[in-house]
């Protein structure tokens, strides 16, 4: 039943009425008579009322429920909100005279030029400059720079900062002097909007009790923010047919998710898949595309900028293309006219050596290669 709501002129309206309506004489309802005061009074509170009841039906409905409300929904049914992600990337550190061994702690912090986001010298033990016992990086005599990974404090988009951003050691390192991040920093995502998360509630509760392609995906998609991922059915990972056996390739941005979140979705998928079957969680194969490309530009323009535009808006959206998604050899050409409008030609046009179109199967994912802009 739809609830009929009512202004505040339309309150003191029907109260007058009915009063009036009510008495063996005419009353007087002008403005400023007592009456009629109370009669507004009581329509004031009647439209505090009214507030109520429309704040009591929205939070008790899932589709009409917002924050703490909306998690609190959720909650009943074991479903809670994905938490934000921090950004992560790589920054260099560098010294002026590299005479002497430098030490750089895990955990350190830097930050960017205006102070806004700071981020944090993350653990690597693969990384051949990690020294187990002194807990950081060394820099040993003669090396004058070192990259290393580096993840913001604060999780949430703002940590998504684009390439120079970085610039200031927020804490000072004996015989380091600069730092800076050569390519943007990613990864970085806000907590779930309520709108995602009532789409995902929906989805989660249509596959629930479900060993089907959506529920899998629902469990997949629950592990965290930002996950791509492909279902291939009664095949192994050679590609072979085999009944009751499926693969799950599952990528988070970066082409090479880690082992702990490979190991979170197979949980994940452990947990939906049906009785008697096989399945394989894995991470895309990667395919390099490398583009090489001639361009002619504007008389008026410095043609080293702009093959360098050229050069970021193909990376970007290489990068950008998800688990068996198509790499067209002439949208290449489409991305070097739209990234600089001074761009006025693209020649000498090769993917990867030639002019066909890179396809991927469904457990593989393009990333940028070589990219040459002339």
Do not use: C
């Not at 004996?174 to 991040?181: A, I, R, S």
């Not at 009532?198 to 959506?214: G, H, K």
């Amino acid at each position: 039943m739809q609830l009929q709501l009512q202004n505040f002129s339309t309150l003191v309206s029907n109260a007058a009425a009915a009063v009036q309506g009510s008495a063996r004489q005419l009353l007087d309802l002008t403005v400023g008579s007592t009456l009629r005061a109370i009669l507004e009074a009581n329509a004031a509170i009647g439209l505090w009322m009214q507030w109520l009841i429309l704040q009591v039906l929205s939070t008790t409905r899932a589709a009409t429920s917002n924050g703490n409300d909306l998690d609190s929904w959720t909650a009943d049914f074991s479903l809670a909100r994905l938490p934000a992600s921090p950004a992560a990337g790589q920054a260099s550190f560098s010294r002026f005279t590299p005479t002497t061994t430098a030490l750089i702690p895990a955990g350190v912090s830097v930050r960017t030029s205006d102070g806004s986001q700071s981020f944090t010298v993350a653990t690597d033990p693969t990384n051949a400059a990690w020294n187990a016992p002194l807990a950081g990086y060394t820099l040993g005599a003669g090396v004058a720079s070192i990259t290393l990974p580096v993840t913001a404090v604060t999780s949430g988009s703002a940590g998504n900062v684009q390439s120079g951003a970085i610039t200031l050691l927020a804490t000072a390192i004996p015989g380091v002097d600069t730092v800076t991040n050569a390519a943007p920093l990613s990864g970085g995502l806000d907590a779930e909007s309520d709108t995602a998360l009532r789409t995902r509630f929906s989805s989660y509760l249509d596959s629930r009790a479900r060993a089907t392609p959506l529920a899998i995906g629902s469990a997949i998609l629950s592990v965290r923010q930002g996950l791509n991922y492909t279902l291939q059915e009664n095949q192994t990972t050679t590609g072979a047919t085999s009944m009751g056996t499926f693969v799950v390739t599952v990528d988070d941005g970066s082409g090479a998710p880690s082992a702990s979140l490979l190991t979170s979705v197979a949980g994940a998928v452990e947990s939906m898949r049906p009785i008697g079957s096989l399945y394989t969680v894995q991470a895309p194969t990667i395919l390099t595309a490398n583009v090489s490309m001639a361009i002619s530009t504007a008389a008026t323009a410095i043609h080293t900028n702009i093959t360098a535009n050229v050069v970021r808006s193909l990376t970007a959206a290489i990068n950008a293309l998800t688990l068996g998604a198509p790499l067209p050899y002439t949208r290449l050409a489409q991305l070097a006219y739209a990234a600089d409008p001074n761009v006025t030609n693209v020649t000498a046009l090769t993917l990867n050596g030639g002019t066909a179109d890179l396809v991927p199967n469904a457990a593989s994912l393009i990333k940028a290669g070589t990219i040459q802009v002339n």
